[in-house]
Structure formats: C-alpha cells, structure tokens
C-alpha cells in the first residue's frame, strides 16, 4: 500500500494538470510565471511581516546567481585540502566570508558552509552528544524550535529531551526551577533554540548553573543574529554560550543559510569533522559569497539597522495594544527583538486571522504561546510578526501605527480584507527600495 502524500494533493493535481497539457518548454514558463507572480504581489504589494523572512539587498541577490555557484568545493579552505584543483578564487571568497563572519560576531571561529540554521543545530548535536544523552531545551508553546525537540535532529540523535522550565506570566526562563531541574539531570547541553524570541535570555545564569558537571549552552540564535551582530539583543559568546548557531536569512538579512561560530579551539576538530565529510560536501558557493556581502553590509550598517528594528517592534506592539489587540509582554514595553507576539484567540485563532491577513495583503504567521499544547501546533491561538523586511523598506515608528491599523481594521473592526488590501497596495506600491545596504545605503528623510 502506497503511503499517503504529504503535499496538499489538490496543489499537486493542479502541477500535473499544467505539466500534462503542455511541453517542457511550458512547463518551465509555467514555474516561470509563478516566481513572476509571487514577486509582483509579494515583493511590490504587500507588507510582509513574517519573522523569518528578510530581503537582501541587489547585490547579495546578484551574487545568488552568478557563475561561482555552479562550480564544486569539497573541502575546507586551502589548495591541500580540497579534493578539486582550481578552487583559487573560491578560496578567496570562503575565507573573506570567514573573516567578515568572526568579525561581524566577535569570536575566534566561523564555519560558513551549512546550508540552514537547523544544520547547525544538527552539527551541535552530532558533534557533541551520543545517543542517550541528556539535554534541556525550551517547549514549543515558550518558543523552542522543533530543530531542538524530538521531532527535529535532537530526537534523531537520540538523545533524552528535557523542558527548560519558563514562567508564563514573563515568557521568562524560571532560573530557580531551572536550578533544581538541572542539577537533578545534569544535561550535557542546554539548547536555547527561540523561534518566538522577544527578550535576551539569561545566558550566563545558566550557563554557570551547568558548569560544575560540564555542561555546555548552546544558544540557537536563527532569529536573532542579526541583532547580536549588530549589538542591539545580547551576546551570547561573551555571556557563556560555547557555540552561537545562527540563520542568515532572518534578522542577519543575508541569503537563506546557516552559520556556527564559536570561540574554544577545543571545539574545532569536533564542529569541523561533523560539518565535513558528515553534514555538507559541496556547499554553494554563490550562497557563501552572498553570505560574506551580507556580512559587510551588517558591519557597516549593522548597528543602526538593528536598533530601527527593534524600536519598530515596540511601535507595531504598542500601536495593536491600543487598538484592541492584545500584544504579549505589554508590561515589559513589548519586544527588544524583531517580534511582536498577539494573542488573537478572541479574533479566532492563529490560522484563521493569518490568513484574512494575507487577503488584505498582510503577511504573517500562526504562532504557539503559553496556553496553547504542542497539540495545538496547527491552530494555535498566537500571531507572529515581524519588523526586519518593512525597516528595510526604510518606515520609522510612525509608520507602525499605519501598520497597526490596517490589521484593526480586519481583525477589530470587520472590514473586508478585500477593501483593506486596496488601501495596503497604495501603502506599499512607493516602497521598492530596500535600504542599509552598499547599493542603496541608508533610509531617506
């Protein structure tokens, strides 16, 4: 019996349809017109929103189309230690993105070849744990990442997953229960792993709790690299995390990518070997020389980038608080992050409001939050937002009550999204430039 198909069928009916009744040649017009498609109303007419989401600037998005992408570099750096001869110029660019990397993070060590955020995590666990392993990581309805739970490359590891307590009045880490809980485990990694991230975490009280038995944190900074890079969250590798694992196509507002950085040369052999020959061979090189141009973009426009994100986090919060929306974290000024975190189970849920969202062109995503299961994963009573695309685009604080409002009007108001999304379009059509960058620099008066 064959298995069930994990993919919407009707969509793939509908592929197959257009494949069926048509060449190859228009088969390849057809995934033509959808990327057309998605960029006149994704790129032009809305106001993206999701968190994990970040426009590159013409350059990065040049790069991720040149010719060095189609060429192969097993191997780490340096004519010896490639298995292909001709790889001068690609070592050229894998050791600037090095470079840029440990500079942009401050720390001795940078590996650039992993395609996503969630193999750093894998290279983590692989590197560092064996099965039966004990290791703490944060719940889901808190914000943890399935990469960090039994679902995702923790649990195919095999290693025994445990909660890290959070107090659900302050979205806080519970470091009093964390005490007691760890001392009784004794995990050999505390993985901090936050898709819904609003607050530095405390890094080096936890760090120390697991030290006598050699513990190690691990701080899965996929959203937040950016503003660590910028200076405008924490600093993990400062404060006692061991390694900092990261995403670049979120805040760091680079090409879809993964980056590992770390400072103890005790840990090279272990993190290197897991990413090669284990987890990456050849590893796009068009993607690490967009990666590396990102990087110099963060260092020069990194700081003031940063903290224009997070202030408009604490607009778009206070802007939906005051318009019948209610916003996590009100008492604590909302976010120090790119998020902004609504419960809308009033407005009929994560699922629900997303989607009358994106009819009015406003692209968010359902979120989990505390009072909500792992068993409410696909309707959730949370909404996620996110300010990095829409700072990018060049919008201040002030914007952020426009913003706000167009979400009222659907959500507390009524209004359809279809009138909405009209009034979204004029909104959104004069904003095509995206800013903090060497092609465009900085945001207009």
Not at 206 to 229: C, K, N, R, S, V
Not at 379 to 390: D, V
Request: hydrophobic share 40%; glycine share 8%; with cysteine.
């Amino acid at each position: 019996m064959s298995q069930p198909e994990v993919h919407d069928p009707t969509v793939l009916a509908h592929a197959r349809a257009l494949i069926e009744h048509t060449s190859p040649a228009g088969a390849a017009q057809e995934v033509l017109n959808a990327v057309s498609r998605n960029e006149e109303w994704r790129g032009k007419r809305c106001l993206n929103l999701l968190a994990p989401e970040a426009p590159t600037s013409p350059t990065v998005r040049r790069l991720l189309s040149a010719e060095i992408g189609t060429r192969a570099a097993e191997g780490h750096i340096g004519r010896v230690n490639r298995w292909f001869a001709g790889t001068q110029y690609i070592d050229e660019v894998e050791a600037l993105c090095v470079e840029l990397l440990k500079k942009a993070f401050r720390c001795n060590y940078a590996d650039h070849r992993l395609m996503g955020s969630m193999l750093g995590n894998m290279t983590v666990y692989h590197a560092l744990t064996q099965p039966g392993d004990r290791v703490m990581t944060a719940p889901q309805p808190f914000g943890g990442h399935s990469s960090n739970r039994a679902d995702g490359p923790a649990g195919t590891r095999g290693v025994e997953i445990f909660d890290i307590p959070f107090d659900p009045a302050t979205l806080e880490v519970d470091l009093d229960k964390f005490e007691e809980e760890a001392q009784r485990i004794q995990p050999k990694l505390v993985v901090m792993g936050m898709s819904m991230t609003l607050f530095p975490l405390p890094v080096k009280e936890m760090a120390d709790i697991i030290a006598p038995w050699g513990g190690q944190f691990i701080y899965d900074g996929a959203h937040q690299a950016g503003l660590i890079a910028g200076g405008q969250f924490q600093d993990p590798l400062r404060e006692g995390a061991a390694i900092l694992t990261g995403s670049a196509g979120k805040t760091f507002s680079g090409p879809q990518s993964g980056m590992i950085l770390w400072n103890s040369p005790t840990l090279t052999e272990p993190i290197t070997t897991a990413i090669f020959p284990v987890l990456a061979a050849t590893h796009q090189v068009n993607r690490v020389a967009a990666l590396a141009v990102a990087a110099a973009e963060m260092l020069e426009f990194g700081q003031v980038y940063m903290a224009q994100i997070v202030k408009n986090a604490q607009a778009l919060g206070r802007a939906l608080d005051e318009r019948g929306i209610p916003v996590l974290a009100a008492e604590r000024g909302y976010s120090r992050s790119h998020q902004v975190i609504a419960n809308v189970r009033a407005f009929g849920g994560g699922l629900d409001v997303a989607h009358r969202l994106a009819a009015a062109n406003l692209i968010t995503n359902k979120n989990l939050i505390p009072g909500d299961t792992p068993a409410d994963w696909d309707r959730p009573s949370g909404l996620r937002m996110g300010t990095i695309e829409i700072t990018r685009l060049g919008l201040m604080e002030a914007d952020m009550a426009t913003i706000a409002e167009f979400i009222a009007r659907v959500l507390v108001k009524g209004e359809d999204p279809a009138t909405v999304q009209k009034d979204v379009e004029a909104f959104r059509l004069p904003l095509q430039d995206f800013y903090y960058n060497f092609d465009n620099g900085w945001p207009k008066p």
